[in-house]
């Protein structure tokens, strides 16, 4: 079992930005594929990002792309996403997640049911 926190949500204004940190316990990261999803009120959860194993391969949603950066740090078992440039439309709560890296992870990489662990969320609200 994987057990995933998130923390550094908050409120910002637009423009602003925030870092949030996905930290593991239970087993180390370094075998999941870590990804970051959102959920908006009165909408479905959305895929927002991705980075593979090594860290070296990452995948984001258009509308985020150029604004957050994914990362990963296995040796403190945590996984960040920074977000710059944020705009009223990212207000969100933020969940991380983990899956196992298998042989169709680049097909899947939005793919909801392929994760394997979720964390609670944590709520990032941008004024205008």
């Known amino acids: 079992q994987v057990q995933l926190v998130e923390s550094g949500g908050g409120l910002v204004q637009a423009g602003g930005s925030l870092r949030l940190s996905c930290t593991a316990s239970?087993?180390?990261?370094?075998?999941?594929?870590m990804g970051w999803f959102r959920q908006a009120p009165g909408k479905e959860r959305e895929f927002v990002a991705v980075i593979n194993l090594s860290g070296q391969y990452t995948n984001y949603r258009d509308s985020v792309e150029g604004r957050f950066t994914i990362s990963r740090d296995n040796a403190k078992n945590t996984a960040y996403l920074q977000m710059d440039n944020l705009k009223p439309e990212d207000t969100a709560v933020y969940y991380c997640?983990?899956?196992?890296?298998?042989?169709?992870?680049?097909?899947?990489?939005?793919?909801?049911?392929?994760?394997?662990?979720w964390g609670q969320g944590t709520q990032v609200t941008v004024s205008s």
């Open positions: 997640a983990a899956r196992i890296h298998t042989g169709n992870f680049y097909s899947t990489l939005a793919v909801e049911e392929k994760y394997n662990y």
């Open positions: 239970g087993r180390t990261i370094t075998n999941y594929a």
